[in-house]
């Protein structure tokens, strides 16, 4: 945990990058120009507060590469926000756009701010404020914007019109996650608890020997982990463990995930979930199952408790939660990671077929939407899974996806000139 604390998300993964650059052959005039963003904008947001007083708060996009098309990546705010994590994040974009065989090159931004402490006009004052100051780096070919963290589809409305407003040109397609009224698609959200769910079943058939009757946990009861557990259990899954902040409930006979999350709605935790023992967080991640799905926060399994996890499988659903020594313990004791850049990528795919929908003039339907999913997460599962047996079996998949999904900028900057 120390080395995580101390080394920057940033920091970690350009060191990630230089490992997978070695492997590729990469010299390190490429590997230096992908370590930092073509373009970071930095801005300074002043609402006046409902008590009148004016309020300061910093706000960034970073615009890490656009290779392979027009920048895509969420908005998050939170007072944690630095430029360190949104160019960081936006790297990350980079990568996960291209493993999936997205359009799109990476970009993420965020705004330091709890927006807890801000009233529902704070938060469109912010919102609009953000867009007034970044709007002439955004458009449907330019940076697509879509929510993060405690950002969602009001969040997306406000920037659309504040957009409209500035630019006067009426593009939906500058935002995905917008509300259905604006062009969004109803999959969208549940579209990464899905490809989290599509990404199990085809990882189960690989490891574990297939999804049906597998034991799941999952840690985080959120969008991601909801919808993953509702889409696992009607895959034939067995959900035997949830959990959220306040704790968790593991119930070897099954766990019915519609029952939960209505008993979540309301009492505000599944640990209130009737049937089944009371377990913290760090007893539900090294409890017995076949599949573990961390979906909640960033480093919950590392070097001190990454021996002692029970799954034959993991697959990551939120973003970064096993460390860099959790992954090397995982490869040593031959447990299979499934990495966060392909496993979540369901929600970016779900963003892609938003866009595509908005610029074709609103024709795909629910259904084709999600099958467009399904399937393109599948193929780039499938696309992994066979790289990996073929070039890199000695490493983990992680270092995998990274490769394919760096090599495939490579290619596209060397065929543009840039290289
Ligand atoms: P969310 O806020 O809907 O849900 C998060 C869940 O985690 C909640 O149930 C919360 O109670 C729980 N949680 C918080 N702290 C916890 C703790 N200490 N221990 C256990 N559980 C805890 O968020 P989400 O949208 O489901 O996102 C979860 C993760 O997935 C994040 O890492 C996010 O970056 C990642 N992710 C989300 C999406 C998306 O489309 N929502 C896409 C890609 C990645």
């Known amino acids: 945990m120390e080395e995580v604390l101390s080394s920057s998300l940033y920091t970690q993964q350009v060191k990630k990058l230089y490992k997978v650059g070695e492997l590729l052959g990469l010299d390190n005039e490429t590997l230096e120009t992908l370590s930092q963003p073509e373009r970071i904008i930095q801005v300074k947001i002043q609402i006046r507060g409902s008590d009148g007083k004016l309020k300061t708060f910093m706000g960034w996009r970073s615009q890490h590469n656009s290779a392979l098309g027009p920048y895509k990546g969420g908005v998050r705010y939170h007072p944690n ?11 990350i974009m980079t ?16 705004v330091r701010v709890d ?6 006009e704070e938060l469109e004052q ?3 404020k953000y867009i007034q100051a970044i709007y002439k780096y955004l458009g449907s070919e330019l940076d697509i914007p879509a929510p993060d963290v405690n950002t969602d589809s009001q ?3 406000w920037f659309l019109d504040e957009y409209i407003k500035i630019t006067g040109k009426v593009d939906f397609a500058v935002f995905t996650g917008k509300p259905v009224e604006l062009g969004g698609i109803g999959v969208r959200l549940y579209s990464t608890g899905l490809g989290v769910a599509t990404i199990a079943k085809e990882a189960a058939n690989k490891f574990i020997g297939g999804v049906e009757e597998a034991r799941v946990i999952i840690q985080g009861f959120g969008n991601v982990g909801y919808y993953a557990g509702k889409f696992l259990s009607e895959m034939g899954a067995k959900i035997v463990g949830v959990s959220d902040s306040k704790g968790g409930v593991i119930n070897e006979k099954g766990i019915d995930v519609g029952k939960a999350i209505e008993i979540k709605e309301k009492t505000g935790s599944v640990i209130n979930y009737p049937e089944g023992r009371k377990v913290t967080n760090e007893e539900l991640l090294i409890s017995d199952c076949d599949i573990l799905i961390p ?8 070097k001190f408790n990454a021996p002692k996890v029970k799954a034959k499988l993991i697959v990551e659903g939120a973003n970064g939660p096993l460390t860099a020594d959790a992954d090397e313990i995982m490869r040593q004791r031959g447990i299979a990671v499934v990495p966060d850049i392909l496993a979540n990528a369901g929600g970016v795919v779900g963003s892609y077929v938003e866009w595509a929908n908005n610029k074709m003039g609103e024709i795909i339907s629910d259904e084709e939407a999600k099958k467009l999913i399904v399937d393109r997460m599948n193929n780039a599962f499938n696309t992994l899974y066979d790289y990996h047996q073929k070039k890199l079996e000695d490493h983990d998949l992680r270092t995998a996806a990274m490769a394919l999904a760096v090599d495939r900028v490579v290619r596209a900057m060397k065929a543009r000139g840039i290289l």
């Open 81 to 91: 926000v630095t430029q360190d994590e949104v160019e960081a994040l936006s790297m």
């Open 95 to 110: 990568w996960k756009n291209s493993l999936l065989l997205l359009p799109y090159g990476g970009g993420k931004g965020g």
């Open 295 to 302: 979906a909640a926060l960033e480093n919950v399994i590392n």
């Open 115 to 120: 927006p807890k402490k801000l009233t529902r």
């Open 155 to 157: 969040t997306m409305a």
């Open 126 to 128: 912010l919102s609009r």
